[in-house]
């Protein structure tokens, strides 16, 4: 569990006393602040735990942290977001565009190579391969070494996308600061909004339950669409 104070926490279910379920995970001092804000963590295929943070990158393993530069030698700002895509392939989310990483290859993807814009801020894998990476001024996928243009409309375009999400069939679920939430199955964008059920056109967060719904997080509560 990350928090926007930088703090890192790990939660182990079932565990007795209640109290010992939650413990803080250290992290190296520099690595932390008064300023530092965790932006993202993923649980790569080998168990190791990725934090992206406004300051920087790192991973952990089960003994300790170690500090990655997500494109060497090149100032990327702040890490926003970041996803595994297919396995061993690391999709990084910075200030200067979106960073392929596996193994030793890296690459960066930018608006120069079709990108909407360089800041790029959340991710999510597609289905049918690559990423689809939402920038301050739209969204595109990123596939085979190319940069694929998404233009889903004039309003994608113009919003602030807060969170992606994939479902099991290849749909796309976008979700939008003050516009709702839109769905997109390759063909045909649907638009969610508080005249749809939502119980706030804030939303922030999306998660698949499983079962093909999903729920999203705005900022009144959970709304959930079956």
């Known amino acids: 569990v990350a928090t926007t104070s930088g703090a890192l926490f790990k939660v182990q279910p079932g565990a007795l006393p209640a109290a010992d379920a939650v413990q803080q995970v250290q992290q190296p001092e520099h690595e932390t602040g008064s300023w530092t804000v965790i932006t993202a963590i993923l649980q790569d295929r080998p168990g190791g735990v990725w934090v992206a943070r406004n300051d920087g990158l790192s991973r952990l393993d089960d003994r300790s942290f170690a500090h990655i530069d997500p494109l060497p030698g090149t100032p990327t700002g702040e890490v926003w977001d970041l996803t595994e895509s297919p396995p061993g392939v690391f999709w990084i989310a910075t200030d200067a565009g979106v960073v392929r990483r596996e193994d030793e290859s890296i690459r960066l993807f930018t608006a120069a190579d079709g990108l909407a814009g360089d800041t790029t801020r959340v991710l999510a894998p597609r289905q049918g391969g690559g990423v689809w990476v939402a920038t301050?001024?739209?969204?595109?996928y990123v596939n085979g070494g190319r940069v694929h243009p998404a233009d889903l409309g004039a309003d994608l375009n113009s919003?602030?996308?807060t969170a992606l999400q994939t479902t099991s069939n290849g749909d796309l679920w976008i979700a939008t600061a003050l516009s709702g939430v839109y769905q997109y199955d390759g063909d045909t964008l649907?638009?969610?909004t508080t005249a749809e059920g939502l119980v706030h056109n804030l939303t922030a967060a999306l998660a698949t339950d499983g079962r093909g719904g999903m729920w999203v997080g705005t900022q009144n509560g959970l709304s959930h669409y079956d």
């Open 136 to 140: 301050s001024e739209g969204l595109a």
């Open 159 to 161: 919003i602030a996308i």
């Open 190 to 192: 649907r638009h969610f």
